[in-house]
């Protein structure tokens, strides 16, 4: 089972919680966090992303993890954050496009990550692990929230959908792209028991988002347990809990500098040579996340979209082995047969003609980026189902990079969870 953990949050004073929280810190460059500082000094960004306020110092000068403690205690000694009286959870809501997302903020043990009822589908790289590293330690708090899904065996989403009823939240804010973000506090008894009991019928849970943030959580408790410095806070990070089918889950979207050296009717033809159909898609709604597919069929197909000279193409193709759970992905074929064997892009992390858009953004995206002549080919990814995520992690499998876009994305500042 994942046992859970009351904790007591560090979370704007009601009259700040529409100006503290802010994106993650890993979806913003340091200059585009330092514009959004610029505008709002109150932002949490300025916790998460120090860098940001120091641009003559290497990003990961020791000086950068002091000047975020400074921040962040600063913040709470002036009373824009406030530590509650007590330990309790808090339930998560956003609502997006109209569709509404709630799920339940807690801790987990460190333990649970290490003994695998933790799981992850995606590696970490050693760098972005450090960085947080780091700045969990010099700040003694988690400023990030960590995305578990769960499969609900009791209805558990309901329950925790009743707390928040006719109830006002404890912070609120509104995105700049008009996603609303509100938390509530659940501080009675009988209700943190029954949640507690609830979770106790849950095996595992699973990392949607925030793979560095969690092992960087790991990394700090092992590191103070060796410097005899360890709490027992410092052996639990913060998660927020969604129910498996009730998140949004889209593509990832690729960007291809050029071709390779092949002209259009060229790539074309190496794609029918390799057995893909292709064929012109027609107008698409560029408001839309995702291409509507044309393709149908009995048998399981590979489908994706390229854009290239101002026409949309779908390519498919039937699935070879659809009991391969990673092979069989979409992200895996395009990356193994095409960028890879056609393109000759055999680095997906670190090729510089390679790049990546989330999925959340309209497709006028990538047909603006291509139109522009920045890049050659985009390719719209379809979703991967949430269950094969959850199936890939059961097995310890590894998904390629960018192959998911979970939604709602949180915000950090709404809640922390301190360490010290």
């Given at each position: 089972?994942?046992?859970?953990?009351?904790?007591?949050a560090?979370?704007p004073?009601r009259?700040?919680?529409?100006?503290?929280?802010s994106?993650p810190?890993?979806v913003v460059?340091?200059?585009?966090?330092?514009?959004?500082?610029e505008?709002?000094?109150?932002s949490?960004?300025?916790?998460?992303?120090p860098?940001?306020?120091?641009?003559?110092l290497?990003?990961?000068?020791?000086?950068?993890y002091?000047r975020?403690?400074e921040?962040f205690?600063g913040l709470?000694?002036?009373?824009?954050?406030?530590k509650?009286?007590?330990?309790?959870?808090?339930?998560?809501?956003?609502v997006?496009?109209?569709e509404e997302?709630?799920?339940?903020?807690?801790?987990?043990?460190?333990?649970?990550?290490e003994?695998?009822?933790?799981?992850?589908?995606?590696?970490?790289?050693?760098?972005?692990?450090?960085d947080?590293?780091r700045?969990?330690?010099?700040v003694?708090?988690?400023?990030g929230?960590v995305?578990?899904?769960y499969?609900?065996?009791?209805?558990?989403y309901?329950?925790?959908?009743?707390?928040?009823?006719?109830?006002e939240?404890d912070?609120?804010?509104?995105?700049?792209?008009?996603?609303?973000?509100?938390?509530?506090?659940?501080?009675d008894?009988?209700?943190?028991?029954?949640?507690?009991?609830?979770f106790?019928?849950?095996?595992?849970?699973?990392?949607?988002?925030?793979?560095?943030?969690a092992?960087?959580?790991?990394?700090?408790?092992?590191?103070?347990?060796?410097?005899?410095?360890?709490?027992e806070e410092?052996?639990?990070?913060?998660?927020?809990l969604?129910?498996?089918?009730?998140?949004r889950i889209?593509?990832?979207?690729?960007?291809?500098?050029?071709?390779g050296g092949?002209?259009l009717?060229g790539?074309i033809?190496?794609?029918?040579?390799?057995?893909?159909?292709?064929?012109?898609?027609g107008k698409?709604?560029?408001?839309?996340?995702?291409?509507?597919?044309?393709?149908t069929g009995?048998?399981?197909?590979?489908?994706?979209?390229?854009?290239?000279?101002g026409?949309?193409y779908?390519?498919?193709r039937?699935?070879?082995?659809?009991?391969?759970?990673i092979?069989s992905?979409?992200v895996?074929?395009?990356?193994?047969?095409?960028?890879?064997?056609?393109l000759?892009?055999?680095?997906?992390r670190?090729?510089?003609r390679?790049?990546?858009?989330?999925?959340?953004?309209p497709?006028?995206?990538l047909?603006?980026?291509v139109?522009?002549?920045?890049y050659?080919?985009a390719?719209?990814?379809?979703p991967?189902d949430?269950?094969t995520?959850?199936?890939?992690?059961?097995?310890?499998g590894v998904?390629?990079?960018?192959?998911?876009?979970?939604?709602?994305?949180?915000?950090?500042?709404?809640?922390?969870?301190?360490?010290?």
């Open positions: 089972m994942v046992q859970i953990y009351r904790f007591a560090v979370r004073e009259r700040y919680s529409g100006d503290i929280p994106v810190y890993d460059t340091a200059e585009e966090a330092r514009e959004c500082i505008k709002n000094p109150l949490f960004l300025r916790v998460s992303r860098d940001a306020e120091l641009p003559d290497p990003p990961h000068d020791d000086r950068v002091e975020a403690r921040v205690y709470l000694a002036d009373g824009r954050l406030q509650d009286p007590e330990p309790g959870m808090y339930v998560y809501r956003a997006q496009d109209g997302f709630v799920g339940l903020v807690c801790c987990v043990a460190t333990e649970e990550y003994n695998r009822r933790i799981r992850r589908h995606e590696l970490t790289r050693y760098d972005k692990e450090e947080r590293t700045h969990i330690d010099a003694g708090a988690n400023t929230l995305f578990l899904l499969r609900d065996p009791d209805d558990i309901t329950a925790i959908h009743s707390l928040i009823d006719g109830a939240p912070g609120s804010t509104t995105t700049v792209s008009g996603v609303l973000h509100q938390v509530y506090r659940i501080a008894e009988a209700a943190l028991s029954h949640l507690e009991g609830l106790a019928t849950v095996p595992e849970a699973y990392i949607a988002d925030g793979h560095h943030r092992k960087s959580a790991v990394n700090v408790a092992e590191r103070r347990r060796e410097e005899g410095r360890f709490t410092a052996g639990r990070f913060m998660v927020v969604f129910a498996r089918d009730h998140v889209h593509g990832y979207s690729r960007l291809v500098t050029d071709l092949l002209t009717p790539f033809d190496a794609l029918l040579r390799a057995g893909w159909s292709i064929r012109p898609h698409v709604d560029a408001s839309e996340y995702q291409v509507r597919p044309l393709a009995d048998e399981p197909l590979h489908v994706m979209h390229f854009y290239m000279q026409t949309w779908e390519v498919s039937p699935v070879d082995n659809p009991a391969d759970l092979g992905l979409d895996s074929v395009l990356q193994k047969e095409v960028l890879e064997g056609m000759g892009i055999n680095d997906p670190g090729d510089p390679l790049h990546y858009m989330g999925g959340a953004k497709l006028t995206g047909e603006r980026l139109d522009s002549g920045e050659a080919l390719v719209a990814m379809q991967v949430v269950e995520v959850l199936a890939i992690a059961d097995a310890d998904m390629p990079p960018k192959s998911t876009w979970f939604e709602p994305k949180l915000l950090s500042g709404l809640v922390v969870h301190t360490i010290d």
